[in-house]
């Protein structure tokens, strides 16, 4: 049983070792390799949109945003398709601009994109923020970017639209060539960082057309802000499945099928997305390309299926946009803006403890907007586990001090009985069972414990609340990057350390070693690459362990039952010790024996004198009684002591 109750807890330490472990000390899954793209052959992988009107050049980097291609080499040009029309020359850029009390957003007439959305406030991060989420220099590259593959009317990413703005909230752009006509509008929700996008394509004459809706995934490289910790990689959301490339493995191109929830980019913190209005069992492309003028860039394709459009009638289709912070409760919220199902919660995976993480989560935001700092709420949140938790913590300690103080016992008991494993276990659970002490009572209660911590690790690990929220200035100002100084995590091995020496031995001096230098050394070093905040939260909770152990340390001691009076020595089983306890009893009998034949004599020698005593009795009383059995000898012993 004891030996059962140590494999339990090592199995808990190390499996919670493990988990953690594995998030950050191992990458996930890579794509298969490929050969890298280089300058000649980037047009095998490139966007088809690119070449699908007007023979439109490859976009050029802009300075500061991407790679410039290696001197002495040309910028490849698309090879255009049959359908394309003379080259059009580059129209002269304009922009124009709608504004929330969150965000901004600009518009370029170039493509008719979306080219900068610009953070202006987030009550998450305390107020005022001033940030780019996205901003490109490239033009064509811009979020709703909108062309046609394979189709009757072609239409080049470059192409020049007219906009104006319709109202606070909308601008409108418009586009007409050769039969052709496309009219493209953008409305701001009322709620935060969504955005309308309707399109309505009309043809002079049938046609045959396939529309291409384009996002791409790209960091922002301002001057003065704070360079993005991860790079947005390509997503879609294929029927609640989510499809993730890296820009930087993306070779291309990766293409996936069927009825698209949402296409775009995402960091753990960030989410720009695109859905298209479900319109029955419509399927659509969803296809990955990388972007060879932007670095750790890529472009994400959403081509709907062929549609034969008659002449003179104009089709619509409708998107809806997500483009700011990765909060869960705005994903949830955005479905019902939409009027359907976006898919954007997805993205938020918080793994098989959702069910805890997500109610964490909503307390961490409620005690933010209580203190007004973030890495006080995860303190204080790490208290109200801790306390929510102390029934179970504080009843595997008494367990772990009866344990501790039956140690000199097992260690006899293990000397005893030597390589007999079968009777020492016997033994062992003989002794619990007279010290009334269960060994798995310091288990259980931590296997209770480990779904609880386990969700707040995850959530901890994937909430975009924590993204650029300052605990310490100076020292921590992002709570999802790793500590600058290295602080949280050398006093969180020190912490640990001194947790482990304090707290009652159980195990043998292998396992002892492992719990107290092994496993403050594992985590001391991976919180090198932990986020602030998940360390915060460690560190808390050690921190909080450590005070609660000297409490139970100095408190009154487990007391331990002890053994019955009659109850039986293990050495009683041996043949030797049952003959000397049978012999006892047998002398001890012999001399009760003797004691009573003496007194037996002494009382027949006083026989005559009660004998005249009761002859007289009844005379005296009236009445002819016998005495009582036994009370001739009482009165026979009561004058013997006289």
């Not at 009390?101 to 959305?117: A, D, E, H, Y």
């Amino acid at each position: 049983m004891e030996d059962q109750g140590k494999r339990i807890v090592l199995f808990v330490v190390i499996a919670g070792a493990i988990f953690l472990g594995w998030q950050f000390l191992f990458p996930p899954a890579k794509p298969p390799k490929k050969a890298p793209v280089t300058a000649t052959d980037a047009t095998a992988v490139q966007s088809p949109t690119w070449g699908a009107g007007s023979g439109a050049p490859t976009p050029t980097p802009a300075p500061g945003t991407g790679s410039a291609p290696a001197a002495g080499t040309a910028t490849p040009t698309p090879p255009a398709p049959p359908s394309v029309q003379p080259a059009e020359a580059l129209a002269p850029e304009e922009t124009l601009q709608l504004a929330t009390p969150r965000m901004q957003l600009t518009f370029s007439n170039i493509g008719g994109t979306i080219k900068r959305v610009h953070r202006l406030d987030d009550p998450m991060k305390g107020g005022r923020v001033n940030d780019d989420l996205f901003v490109s220099d490239q033009p064509g590259v811009g979020f709703a970017a909108t062309s046609f593959v394979n189709s009757t009317y072609p239409l080049s990413p470059l192409a020049a639209w007219k906009g104006e703005a319709v109202s606070p909230t909308k601008v409108r752009y418009t586009y007409e060539r050769d039969g052709l006509s496309l009219a493209k509008e953008f409305e701001v929700l009322a709620d935060d960082w969504m955005v309308k996008v309707t399109l309505d394509v009309k043809v002079a004459s049938a046609a045959s057309q396939r529309l291409a809706v384009s996002m791409f995934a790209m960091a922002p490289h301002v001057a003065g802000q704070r360079k993005w910790p991860k790079i947005p990689w390509a997503k879609c959301d294929i029927g609640g499945s989510i499809y993730g490339v890296n820009p930087r493995k993306a070779n291309g191109p990766y293409t996936r099928s069927g009825q698209v929830r949402f296409f775009g980019a995402a960091t753990p913190y960030f989410m720009f997305g695109l859905a298209p209005r479900p319109t029955g069992s419509e399927t659509y492309d969803c296809n990955v390309y990388p972007l060879p003028t932007v670095k750790d860039a890529a472009q994400i394709d959403l081509v709907y299926a062929e549609t034969k459009i008659p002449a003179g009638e104009t089709i619509r289709k409708e998107l809806v946009g997500y483009f700011g912070p990765s909060y869960f409760d705005k994903f949830e919220h955005a479905d019902s803006v939409a009027g359907f199902k976006m898919g954007l919660r997805d993205t938020v995976d918080f793994g098989w403890f959702s069910f805890i993480s997500k109610p964490l989560l909503w307390l961490l935001r409620h005690i933010f907007t209580l203190v007004g700092n973030w890495g006080i709420a995860i303190i204080l949140l790490t208290v109200m586990v801790k306390l929510a938790t102390l029934y179970w913590t504080t009843k595997s300690m008494k367990s772990m001090k009866a344990m501790a103080a039956l140690k000199p016992e097992m260690e006899a008991l293990q000397k005893k009985f030597g390589d007999d494993r079968q009777k020492m276990q016997q033994a062992q659970m003989e002794l619990f069972k007279r010290h009334g002490v269960n060994p798995l009572a310091g288990c259980l209660p931590m296997l209770l414990q480990m779904p609880i911590w386990m969700g707040l690790y995850r959530m901890l690990s994937h909430a975009g609340e924590l993204h650029q929220a300052v605990f310490i200035p100076g020292w921590l100002d992002d709570l999802t990057l790793r500590d600058p100084y290295y602080i949280l995590p050398v006093s969180l091995m020190g912490l640990m350390f001194l947790q482990s020496k304090l707290q009652p031995t159980t195990g043998d001096n292998a396992q002892q070693k492992m719990l107290t230098y092994g496993l403050p050394l594992m985590f001391g070093v991976m919180g090198l690459w932990f986020p602030a905040g998940l360390t915060v939260y460690i560190t808390t909770n050690t921190v909080l362990g450590l005070l609660h152990t000297l409490y139970m340390k100095r408190s009154s001691p487990t007391p331990i039952k002890p053994a019955a009076p009659a109850a039986k020595d293990e050495a009683e089983d041996l043949p030797a010790a049952k003959a000397l306890a049978k012999g006892e009893k047998a002398a001890k009998a012999d001399e009760d024996a003797a004691g009573e034949d003496g007194a037996d004599e002494g009382d027949a020698d006083e026989g005559d004198a009660d004998e005249g005593d009761a002859d007289e009795a009844p005379a005296k009383g009236g009445q002819d009684k016998a005495p009582r059995a036994g009370q001739g000898r009482r009165g026979k012993r009561r004058n013997k002591r006289r």
